[in-house]
């Protein structure tokens, strides 16, 4: 009898110890894992706009997007799917939130060409875009990034943009001989 206490008594021992040291396992890997699938593709972004040249009705801009992979892991970007467009907002806009519903005035794919871009982990890349505007026209511009990961992650950034007012221009039409793209106005 005795034999048989201390042979059930090892097998409880051998299972107490697979189980704990399962949920040892679990309790110390689990977070870590889930932590690292969860932060997998972080990117995080700051869109700005320069106003490049200017004549009598267009206004050249660059929009500039600088992104930042905070994350600990390469994210891979859908170059097919990445924009910036550019939506004209109407003149009398209601009181009210401010929404861009619109069909997109001009899209720019600034990724076009390249079968892949990947933003390593812990790093900026900038990027740019051009478009020829209309002066004095409020403009919604958004700037989409799209990971090429199996649940599709999307990161938007936005600007609301008019052409400031430039000393020149107040009371007066720009001179005929100022050339398109004569200097850079900030």
């Known amino acids: 009898m005795d034999t048989t206490l201390q ?3 090892h097998v409880a021992m051998i299972v107490a ?20 699938y969860t932060n997998a593709e972080c990117l995080d972004g700051d869109i700005s706009v320069e ?7 267009n206004v050249v801009i660059s929009v500039k997007a600088v992104w930042n992979n905070r994350g600990n892991f390469a994210v891979f970007l859908n170059t097919h799917e990445c924009s910036v467009s550019v939506t004209e907002l109407p003149e009398n806009l209601p009181v009210g939130i401010v929404s861009a519903n619109a069909t997109p005035l001009l899209r720019h794919n600034p990724l076009e060409g390249r079968e892949k871009y990947v933003l390593e982990p812990k790093t900026s890349k900038p990027l740019r875009s051009h478009f020829a505007l209309l002066r004095g026209k409020f403009y919604w511009i958004q700037w989409q990034m799209v990971s090429m990961h199996k649940k599709r992650f999307v990161w938007r950034r936005d600007i609301v943009w008019k052409e400031p007012d430039l000393p020149s221009q107040q009371g007066t039409e720009l001179k005929s001989e100022t050339s398109f793209f004569a200097g850079t106005e900030r």
């Not at 040291?21 to 690292?36: E, I």
């Not at 106003?51 to 009705?57: E, L, V």
């Open 51 to 57: 106003t490049i040249g200017t004549d009598r009705s």
């Open 7 to 9: 042979g059930l008594y």
């Open 17 to 36: 110890a697979i189980v704990g040291g399962f949920s040892v396992c679990l309790k110390w890997l689990y977070p870590v894992w889930r932590n690292d």
